[in-house]
T-cell receptor, first 110, second 115 residues
Framework: SQQGEEDPQALSIQEGENATMNCSYK?????LQWYRQNSGRGLVHLILIRSNEREKHSGRLRVTLDTSKKSSSLLITASRAADTASYFC??????????FGTGTRLTVIP | DGGITQSPKYLFRKEGQNVTLSCEQNLNHDAMYWYRQDPGQGLRLIYY???????QKGDIAEGYSVSREKKESFPLTVTSAQKNPTAFYLC??????????????FGPGTRLTVL
């Protein structure tokens, strides 16, 4: 079953702009992760934020987590054409598995 | 795509045939996973294996079978019982980081088309 839902489903921005995508989930989690998928390829892990963390940075990525609202956001600053991809959030509960959302398709226009 | 390989990249199958998708990893990870991805949908878990000679059904196991005879290998068989097998299939293995949480490494995927 899918736990995360990303919003928006698709996003188109100009190179250099910031891109924000959101993820909402339904139950308590241990951590939340963001993955990127280039067209026709496998997923690549970007960043993990634990349930007791509120914000995390990695390069041009900034992730926030609000467990009271059961939501997370991924911000990509100064976007590049190479950032064009689908982005998925995935939640980890007490079990060993991840539950992936439906993804946000980001297009960065050069 | 890390140290996980999937083959073939593209696979065509006639209705009524069983096909086996290969997944191999050299990351020394214990756990491995198979997902199915359809257009406009996220990943759905088919089967997973925490350790050699053990595996569990995921959310959509019907029509699929797996084996885990070696740590490095986790092949997926799509049987003729799977009613709508055309999809993109992704294999992953799990990296456990002490005190951090588990993340997954994915293979490049196999696109299966039933003719």
């Amino acid at each position: 079953s899918q736990q995360g839902e990303e919003d928006p489903q698709a996003l188109s921005i100009q190179e250099g702009e910031n891109a924000t995508m959101n993820c909402s989930y339904k139950t308590s989690i241990n951590n939340l992760q963001w993955y990127r998928q280039n067209s026709g390829r496998g997923l690549v892990h970007l960043i993990l934020i634990r349930s007791n963390e509120r914000e995390k940075h990695s390069g041009r990525l900034r992730v926030t987590l609000d467990t009271s609202k059961k939501s997370s956001s991924l911000l990509i600053t100064a976007s590049r054409a190479a950032d064009t991809a689908s982005y998925f959030c995935a939640t980890a509960t007490g079990a060993n598995n991840l539950f992936f959302g439906t993804g946000t398709r980001l297009t960065v226009i050069p | 795509d890390g140290g996980i390989t999937q083959s073939p990249k593209y696979l065509f199958r006639k209705e009524g045939q069983n096909v086996t998708l290969s997944c191999e990893q050299n990351l020394n990870h214990d756990a491995m996973y198979w997902y199915r991805q359809d257009p406009g949908q996220g990943l759905r878990l088919i089967y997973y294996s925490q350790i050699v000679n053990d595996f569990q059904k995921g959310d959509i196991a019907e029509g699929y079978s797996v084996s885990r005879e070696k740590k490095e290998s986790f092949p997926l068989t799509v049987t003729s019982a799977q009613k709508n097998p055309t999809a993109f299939y992704l294999c992953a293995s799990r990296l456990r980081l002490a005190g951090q949480g588990d993340t997954q490494y994915f293979g490049p995927g196999t696109r299966l088309t039933v003719l």
